[in-house]
């Protein structure tokens, strides 16, 4: 019998749809097709590969008003944040386009008499993405677009709570050309992306939790094959005595709380210089308070639901031991009731690193804010983890300022700013935040291998 994925949304609750989901036979059998098709698709000229993408793209564009709505109403995005990321995804694949072909270009690296020597860039082969669902199009096409451009084939397992996105994703990009053996997906939960970790693979590109992640490098350190995971963080944020609070605090709180706090690179940890530290949080307050949650269908909306209803547990338990260790809580610390996952934006002061708070990844719209006495002690505690996705310092001086995020353990790190991604940047993480990298054109070569050539004239 066929296994079903059911969809429903988390803002109300709602069946939405029923998938087939994908056996272990037809994971087997949509990898030795992604096999087979490989070769022809590589073999494709560079011009004809990019000319798909550019489809792609207008497609993206000719469908924003379904792809969005789909998006929103399988995990509980604001109506206005699905349509930024749809629109957020132009530029990166704009920047892939622009830059494919010159990064993957031979590279002659000595040439004497009748010997040469050239490094060639040639596809990994068959690369499987399995995908966190907080931003389906942007951490899907982060790998998908180069990989395909690079002459990939590619087995897409997008998560079960954004399969439907996966579905428009795969759908279009063979609208576009890409021939349906090179772009595969597969529906399912954990199961299917577990089956796919049996199959024959040159590649392995994972975005989702640390957890998750641990156990794809268990499973396929035998078999030696590429891996790259992009994992959770526990961003801080450093607010020096200079900074305007006011600026820095209405920043912050859209870093702490857009996509519902759902981002990997949500401002997750904030310390605040004491002698700024009450202004910050009485402007932090008003922001907070200004953010309409509610409907995310209705434009107006700026915290939507909690996609995975698990986390509602993950966040009253990191508001309850925080409480019960002396936290000052301002607004929220609790759920809202339902139908649907809500969690009201929480607030909370007066925190230390004994709380899970502060140490654990919170991924919803609640924040801690700790107030220190020097630059030595705000470089300490936000290098107190064991994650390093970004971090990020507000203050006037910007020398101090480079000084400080050079001792920041981060994979990218933020002046005047936060939970901020750049195509033309490596995404990247230290710690237990990941390895490997996406974005930036050492994200194009991420899916090629370099292959030595030593050429002798006779
Ligand atoms: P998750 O680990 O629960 O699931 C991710 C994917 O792994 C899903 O497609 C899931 O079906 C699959 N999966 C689950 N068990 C598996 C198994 N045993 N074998 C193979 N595949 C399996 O994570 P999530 O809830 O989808 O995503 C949230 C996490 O992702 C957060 O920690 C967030 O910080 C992180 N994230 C990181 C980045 C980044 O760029 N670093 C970006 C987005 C999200």
């Given at each position: 019998m066929t296994p079903t994925l059911t969809i429903h949304n988390?803002?109300?609750?709602?069946?939405i749809a029923e998938l087939p989901a994908d056996t272990a036979a037809v994971v087997a059998a949509k990898a030795a097709a992604a096999r087979a098709a490989q070769p022809a698709w590589a073999a494709v000229p560079m011009a004809e590969r990019l000319g798909a993408i550019q489809r792609f793209r207008a497609l993206l564009v000719a469908e924003q008003d379904t792809l969005a709505a789909t998006l929103t109403a399988e995990m509980g995005k604001p109506i206005a944040q699905a349509r930024n990321e749809l629109n957020g995804l132009l530029p990166r694949i704009d920047f892939f386009l622009e830059q494919a072909e010159a990064a993957v270009r031979d590279e002659p690296v000595f040439a004497d008499g009748g010997l040469q020597e050239t490094i060639s860039h040639i596809p990994l082969g068959v690369v499987a993405n399995i995908s966190a669902w907080n931003y389906p199009y942007f951490v899907g096409c982060n790998v998908i677009v180069p990989a395909l451009l690079t002459g990939n084939a590619v087995l897409y397992k997008p998560s079960e709570h954004a399969s439907l996105s996966g579905r428009h994703i795969t759908r279009l990009l063979h609208q576009a050309g890409i021939p349906a053996a090179v772009m595969q997906l597969l529906v399912g939960g954990g199961e299917v992306g577990a089956a796919l970790l049996d199959q024959r693979i040159d590649g392995l590109f994972f975005t989702g939790s640390h957890a998750t992640g641990v156990r794809i490098a268990q499973a396929l350190a035998p078999k030696l094959v590429k891996l790259q995971l992009e994992l959770g963080g526990k961003d801080p944020t450093y607010v020096r005595a200079d900074a305007n609070p006011q600026a820095a605090a209405e920043s912050l709180a859209d870093g702490a709380m857009y996509n519902t706090g759902q981002s990997?690179?949500?401002?997750e940890r904030i310390y605040v210089d004491e002698r700024i530290h009450d202004a910050f949080v009485a402007h932090f307050l008003a922001t907070v308070a200004g953010f309409k949650l509610g409907d995310?269908?209705?434009?107006?909306?700026y915290i939507g639901a909690?996609?995975?209803?698990?986390?509602l547990d993950v966040l009253d338990g990191q508001v309850a031991d925080a409480l019960a260790q002396g936290a000052v809580l301002h607004c929220g610390g609790h759920r809202l009731a339902g139908p649907g996952n809500w969690y009201a934006p929480t607030v909370l002061t007066n925190v230390h690193h004994g709380m899970a708070l502060m140490r654990?990844?919170?991924?919803?719209p609640i924040i801690g804010i700790q107030k220190v006495r020097s630059d030595e002690e705000a470089v300490t505690l936000m290098n107190d983890?064991?994650?390093?996705?970004t971090a990020g310092i507000f203050t006037r001086d910007e020398a101090r300022a480079r000084t400080l995020l050079a001792q920041v353990n981060a994979g990218s790190v933020y002046w005047n700013c936060c939970d901020r991604v750049s195509p033309r940047l490596p995404w990247s993480g230290h710690g237990d935040s990941g390895i490997g990298l996406t974005l930036s054109t050492h994200g194009i070569l991420a899916f090629t291998r370099p292959k030595a050539w030593h050429l002798r004239q006779p």
């Open positions: 988390p803002a109300t609750g709602e069946l990997c690179c949500s401002v995310p269908m209705d434009a107006g909306t909690i996609t995975r209803a698990p986390q654990e990844e919170s991924f919803g983890s064991r994650y390093g996705l």
